[in-house]
């Protein structure tokens, strides 16, 4: 089994939650909140302690509002946060709640606790479901249609305000919410604080439920003043703090007329995301030379591929597969299918993969163990195999729903081929045949296609062949997408999808041959006579690292490179690059930007 330090999984946190009210941490020999009352020591402290209501009040509209707190235990201060919002703040504004948690609770005594001590049960049901699993990283999750984005670190306090860029995160308020000094002195540290300078303006503000000599001490030695009052309850003090730095606030949030080239999943995700901010947006798509459509839409499938060890690359494949089960998910789309996938145990690697992610992950949020019976009755088909299932998976129509997500009222289509791209006069011109447009931003998501507009290092192609297979006895009853070396969807319109091929360049057309490898791979899962009804041929953009290529060049933004696994890649890195866009707190900590950076291949 992996070392602690090393999983790509943290352990939660261990609570006594024998009085229901005053849930106690076994960890740090502490209490996480007043036994006077959580959701009102919440508005006391931070609420109040921060001025929200009237700040919010006065907030303009189309201005974003950031906050960030250093230990998010149970959630009541977001909750808290998320409320007066609602009800304060103008329309088309947005908050952006960033969270450290280095010891996340647990699903079950999140629920059991805030359902009796948060008086709006509404909120919490919303919060309780889209509550992120404890593993290690920065977890996106939405509400109230997008204006209220909440990102949860988890991981330790210091990598965590480490991995914000100082250039581009300032805050608004901070909340200093750990523990005693006395029993976490680390999250009181002079470092911590002066961190929290970095990522201030002259504006941002501070809260803490405690006066100690130590951290009052710290937050004077830092760019905070200091200013000591009543405390909550019984205790006698608590501290405020105000920025002593004279760099303003941005501006307000403008809103952009934006660029995207590629329709596919990264273009039309990114679309989206910038389209519930306000941003106009204009997408181009051509159908590319280098693929094969064939007359009924394949089936693609989400799943992640991991490793039980905290590598970026399995930090990224789990991080995007959550986002992005997620993100179809809200899109509530006819063409998205949560069914669950089952990835059967089908070699010695997936085996040993799979044991190891068991023991660093046993308690069955993320996947199942399910032996050959389980995962026949789970599936409606007859496997013979053991493996896992993991239940936010499913299946997607690609083309229904790129098609919806351009569904918005600030996006255009335009189905014109793009010849040349610039910049010239701080603004970005797109030739098409015959027309120019002009834009505020460029975003360019066309798989490998982008070098024909611009030079991206790192690069390269692969040939990808589907099958589409007539319904089959065998397969009548599939209800879930199955893995092994290949994969076989659910039936959709009568025809099941068995993938796939991954070679270097062959002719662009349907090969027998390589229809032939992808029944082998099916009967591998479900043995059968199949009949071949069609197939579909194309290129995949891919990189040596099997990592995209995301973020910024040449003052373009880019998200290519996500070869077989754009179903889970895109949407995730097109929120990236969005948050990029609008200059605000990303979704992905310093490892990840860095992995994925379009200057990694330049040598």
């Given at each position: ?376 009755e789970i599936t409606g088909v007859n496997v013979n195999q053991e493996g896992l299932f993991f239940p936010q998976a499913g299946w997607l129509n690609s083309k229904g729903l790129c098609e919806s997500m351009l569904k918005h009222r600030n996006i255009s289509f335009k189905k014109e081929k793009v010849i040349e791209i610039s910049e010239k006069n701080e603004a970005f011109h797109v030739n098409t045949r015959g027309r ?168």
């Amino acid at each position: 089994m992996a070392k602690k330090n090393s999983s790509l999984f943290i352990e939660n946190a261990d609570i006594d939650l024998s009085d229901p009210f005053a849930p106690y941490s076994k960890l740090y020999n502490d209490l996480y909140f007043s036994k006077q009352g959580a959701e009102e020591e919440s508005d006391f402290v931070f609420l109040k302690g921060n001025n929200l209501e009237e700040r919010f009040s006065n907030l303009a509209i189309r201005e974003s509002f950031s906050i960030a707190e250093l230990g998010f235990g149970f959630g009541i201060n977001f909750l808290n946060t998320w409320r007066l919002w609602v009800k304060r703040a103008p329309k088309n504004s947005l908050l952006n709640y960033f969270a450290i948690e280095n010891n996340p609770v647990s699903s079950k005594d999140l629920e059991s606790f805030i359902m009796k001590n948060f008086s709006s049960r509404q909120l919490a049901k919303k919060f309780l479901s889209k509550y992120p699993l404890n593993s290690r990283g920065w977890h996106r999750i939405f509400f109230s249609t997008g204006s209220v984005n909440l990102t949860i670190a988890y991981n330790d306090v210091v990598d965590s305000l480490n991995s914000l860029s100082k250039q581009q995160t300032k805050f608004d308020a901070f909340f200093l919410d750990g523990f005693s000094p006395k029993k976490n002195s680390l999250m009181w540290s002079k470092k911590i604080f002066k961190n929290l300078g970095e990522l201030s303006h002259n504006k941002t503000s501070l809260s803490t439920f405690s006066s100690a000599e130590l951290v009052k001490l710290n937050i004077g030695e830092s760019s905070f003043s200091v200013n000591q009052s009543k405390g909550f309850g019984n205790k006698k003090y608590m501290l405020k703090g105000l920025s002593k730095i004279s760099f303003p606030k941005k501006e307000k949030f403008k809103r952009k007329r934006i660029g995207i080239i590629g329709g596919g999943l990264s273009g039309s995700s990114l679309a989206r995301l910038l389209s519930q901010r306000g941003h106009e947006i204009i997408v181009f798509d051509k159908t590319s030379k280098d693929e094969v459509q064939c007359a009924i839409e394949p089936a693609f499938i989400l799943y992640p591929r991991l490793t039980a060890f905290n590598n970026a690359y399995s930090k990224f494949s789990l991080h995007s597969f959550i986002y992005s089960a997620k993100f179809y998910e809200d899109l509530q789309s006819e063409h998205w299918h949560k069914t669950g996938v089952f990835i059967i145990n089908h070699d010695e690697q997936t085996l040993k993969r799979q044991t190891s992610l068991i023991e660093a992950s046993p308690d069955g949020t993320l996947f199942k163990k399910l032996n050959s019976t389980q995962a026949s009755e789970i599936t409606g088909v007859n496997v013979n195999q053991e493996g896992l299932f993991f239940p936010q998976a499913g299946w997607l129509n690609s083309k229904g729903l790129c098609e919806s997500m351009l569904k918005h009222r600030n996006i255009s289509f335009k189905k014109e081929k793009v010849i040349e791209i610039s910049e010239k006069n701080e603004a970005f011109h797109v030739n098409t045949r015959g027309r120019n447009y002009k834009f505020d931003e460029l975003c360019l998501c066309t798989s490998h296609n982008i070098t024909e507009l611009i030079n991206v290092p790192g690069i390269s192609s692969k040939r990808g062949q589907i099958t589409l297979i007539d319904k089959h006895p065998n397969l009548e009853n599939l209800k879930v997408p199955i893995c092994a070396k290949g994969y076989v969807s659910p039936s959709y319109n009568n025809i099941h999808t068995v993938g796939s091929t991954y070679t270097e360049d062959r002719p662009l057309k349907v090969l027998a041959k390589d229809h032939e490898e992808n029944l082998t791979k099916l009967n591998s899962i479900v043995d059968g006579k199949y009949l071949v009804k069609d197939g579909w041929v194309g290129k995949r953009a891919t990189t040596k690292d099997y990592l995209p290529i995301t973020g910024k060049i040449k003052n373009f933004y880019i998200n290519v490179g996500h070869g077989s696994k754009g179903t889970a890649n895109a949407p995730f890195c097109s929120q990236y690059i969005a948050d990029l866009i609008d200059n605000m707190p990303v979704n992905m900590d310093s490892e990840l930007t860095g992995c994925l950076s379009p200057e990694r291949f330049i040598s």
